[in-house]
C-alpha cells in the first residue's frame, strides 16, 4: 500500500504523482467515504492562493460529493483558519489546499477534525487503504450537495481579535506587514488595524505564481529593508498559507520563530499563565533558547521537527506554548493549531505591556550560531548506516564538546537532507556544517 501522507499531509510536485487532478478526484472520495462510515458527513475546502488551487478545489469537491459528502467552499483562506471554521461551521472536517511555504510550481491537501486538530495518525492509515480500493460513487439520490459560504473571512478576522486583550490599543506602532503574496493578503491588515496600529502591507497581490517568492516568512529579506525604509517599529511576516510567523525588529534584524516563542514564555511565565511551566520545541530549537528557558526554570519538551509533533508533545505534557525556529508558534490557549496571525498578537500584546521594544526582549535570549545547509538528494539516503557520514559526525562532535551539537535529518516534505550545527564559534559552526553536507554530496 502506498504511502501518500507526510509529516504535514501530502505535497508535492504539481503534475507529478500523487499531485494530479484525477488522484485528488479519488482522495475526495476516499477521505469522503472514511467519514461517512459514521453517518452524514460534510467538509470546508479553502486554499492558498497558488495557481493550481482551483484545479485540486475543483477535483477535491467532486470527489467528496462522490462519496455522498456535503461540501462547504471557502476560498483564499489561511490554513489555520480552516481548522477554526471547520468547528465553526459544525462540519466533520477540514480540508486545506496549500504547500505551505513552497513556491507555485507545488501544491499539496491537509485535513483537520471536526475539532481544528490534525487528523490522527489512524485516519490516516483508513484514507490510505481505501485509496487502495476501486472508486465507486454513491447512487444519485446520496450525492453531496455544494455550497459557497458567504461569510468566512469576516468570521475569521473577528475570531483572531477575540485572543487578543482589548484593553490595549495599538495606535502607537507603525508595522509593516508581508503576506507572501499568500492566504493572508486580504485578512491580516484588516485585523491588524481595526486593533489600532497603523499598517503598510508588502506582498499582498497574490497572481497565482508569485506566492512566496523572495518574500514572508521564508525570506525576510524585502521586509527588512523595507522596515528600515519606513522606519517602523517592527515587521511582520507570514507565509503563503499563513501558518508561519517571523518578525523583524525596527533595526531591520529578524526575530525568528524560537526567539518569539522565548518571549511569549517568559512574558506568560511573569503573569503566571504559562500552564505547568512547560514549553515544547524540537530537535532544531536553538541552545540559546534552551539555555535562557532553563535559567528561568521553564521545563523545555523536544519534540521531532513538524507542528504535529510540537502539538502531540504539548497535549501529552499539558503544555499551552510550542514552536520551531522556522516559525510555527501554537498557543493552545488560543487555537487549536499554529496560526502566524494570532501568534503575531500574543507577541504584540507583550510589547504593548512590557512597554519594550521588539528588539530588547529579542535580546534577553542569546542565539548560538546556528548554519543549515540543505543538500538535495536524487534517491533516498540512509542516515542510519552510512559509515562515512557516521564517522565525519563524530569528529566534528568531538571538536565541538559541549558548546555545540549536530543534527543531521531528512526532509519530510522535500527530497532533502538538512545538516544543522550549532556551537558558540560561528567559524567553527559553518566549517563544521559545510564539512557534514559535503559528505552527504
Known sequence: MANYFGTDGIRGEVGIAPITADFFLKLGWAVGSVLSEKGKASVVIGKDTRVSGYLFESALEAGFLSAGVDVGLLGPMPTPAIAYLTQTYNATAGVVIS????????N??????????????????????????????VSSDK???????????????????????????????????????????????????????NITVINNAPDGFNIN?????????????????????????????GDRLMM??????????????????????A???????????????????????????????????????????????????????????ICLDKTTSGDGIISALQVLEVLAKSGASLNQLKNEMVK???????????????????????????????????????LIRASGTEPLIRVMVEAKDAQLTQQSAEKLANTLR
Open 99 to 106: 504547500a505551505s511555504h513552497n513556491h507555485f510550481q507545488d
Open 108 to 137: 499539496g491537501v491537509k485535513f483537520f477534525s471536526d475539532k481544528g486538530l490534525k487528523l490522527s495518525n489512524e485516519d490516516q492509515a483508513k484514507i490510505e487503504q481505501k485509496l487502495a480500493e476501486p472508486m465507486q460513487s
Open 143 to 197: 450525492i453531496g450537495k455544494a455550497r459557497r459560504h458567504e461569510q468566512p473571512i469576516g468570521r475569521y478576522i473577528e475570531f483572531c481579535k477575540s485572543t487578543f486583550d482589548r484593553t490595549i490599543n495599538l495606535s502607537g506602532l507603525n508595522i509593516i506587514i508581508d503576506c507572501a503574496n499568500g492566504a493572508t493578503y486580504h485578512i491580516a491588515k484588516d485585523v491588524f488595524s481595526e486593533l489600532g496600529a
Open 213 to 241: 517568492k523572495n518574500c514572508g516568512a521564508t525570506d525576510t529579506q524585502h521586509l527588512q529593508e523595507v522596515v528600515l525604509e519606513a522606519n517602523a517599529d517592527l515587521g511582520i511576516a507570514f507565509d503563503g498559507d
Open 248 to 269: 523583524v525588529d525596527h533595526q531591520g534584524e529578524l526575530v525568528d520563530g524560537d526567539e518569539l516563542v522565548f518571549i511569549v514564555a517568559k512574558a506568560w511565565q
Open 271 to 329: 503573569q503566571q499563565c504559562l500552564d505547568n511551566n512547560i514549553v515544547v520545541g524540537t530537535k532544531m530549537t536553538n541552545l540559546g533558547m534552551r539555555h535562557a528557558l532553563r535559567d528561568l526554570n521553564i521545563d523545555f519538551i523536544e519534540a521531532d521537527v513538524g507542528d504535529r509533533y510540537v502539538m502531540e508533545k504539548m497535549k501529552e505534557h499539558g503544555s499551552i506554548l510550542g514552536g520551531e525556529g522556522s516559525g510555527h508558534m
Open 368 to 406: 548560538y550560531p546556528q548554519v543549515l545547509i540543505n543538500v538535495r538528494t536524487k534517491e533516498k539516503i540512509d542516515l542510519d548506516n552510512h559509515q562515512q557520514l557516521d564517522a565525519v559526525t563524530k569528529e566534528v562532535e568531538a571538536e565541538l564538546g559541549e558548546q555545540g551539537r549536530v
